[in-house]
């Protein structure tokens, strides 16, 4: 990701004005970045205060501290970087989330209210709920260390933020199409219950989860 924010010179640079370009420079959770632009915005305000104090005039005051703090060219990479391990730690526990409740779904009110029917097709979809779904699982909680522990103690960033998103995006978005394949394959459109299930619990979660992933990749 490339940051060109419109630049302006550290004489008229004041803090309001670095941290809208910051603002317009950064993708992300708005509540983490409301975070980020507000440390931003008290670091410089206490910066150029102290300056002040010392003796400078408010021009030179102000361009010391941003000098000192850095310039939006060179903060907004690292601070891209935050937002999107933040992102990415949210996008893990949602997919965990939606994915902790499948077995219970299948095993119970989306799998034993109709025979599962003959054919190899259902058998493959079937097969995929039962193993795919546990390595999903699994998946999701490696994610969910990687995301939090893994980044505190190995700095792994934007990249395990990425692997993240492709995951979620994945799994989201074949567990949906499996969900629907199956309930069709076994006639569970003649059961109104079953379609709200399948909405409720598999259509919408999914679709909300692959949703924020994008916008997870994205901040990547």
């Known amino acids: 990701m490339t940051f060109r924010p419109a630049r302006a010179s550290m004489k008229d640079m004041t803090t309001a004005t670095y941290v809208r370009q910051l603002d317009a420079a950064l993708v992300g959770p708005r509540r983490a970045k409301r975070g ?7 670091h410089l305000e206490d910066a150029t205060e102290a300056y002040s104090t010392a003796g400078y005039d ?5 361009a010391m501290a941003v000098a ?4 939006v060219e060179e903060i907004a990479p690292e601070f891209q970087t935050t937002l999107a391990v933040a992102s990415s730690r949210r996008t893990a526990w949602m997919l965990f989330g ?32 039962e193993y795919g779904g546990g390595l999903m699982i ?10 939090g522990i893994g980044n505190r103690w190995f700095a792994a960033g934007r990249g395990i933020a990425k692997v993240t998103s492709i995951t979620a995006i994945t799994s989201a978005v074949s567990i949906k199409l499996t969900g629907i394949a199956m309930v069709l394959l076994s ?8 379609l709200v299930l399948l909405a409720v619990f598999i259509i919408v979660p999914m679709s909300v989860t692959a949703s924020h992933a994008r916008r997870t990749l994205a901040a990547c």
Do not use: K, M
């Open 68 to 71: 000192d703090f850095g310039t």
């Open 138 to 147: 699994l998946a999701s909680v490696t994610l969910l260390v990687l995301t």
């Open 187 to 194: 006639g569970g459109l003649d059961e109104p219950g079953v």
């Open 58 to 62: 408010a021009d030179a005051a102000r």
């Open 36 to 42: 980020l632009l507000r440390e931003a915005g008290d």
């Open 98 to 129: 939606v994915l902790a409740i499948q077995p219970f779904l299948w095993d119970g009110p989306l799998g034993p209210n109709h025979p599962d029917p003959e054919g190899l097709f259902y058998a493959i979809l079937d097969s995929a709920v």
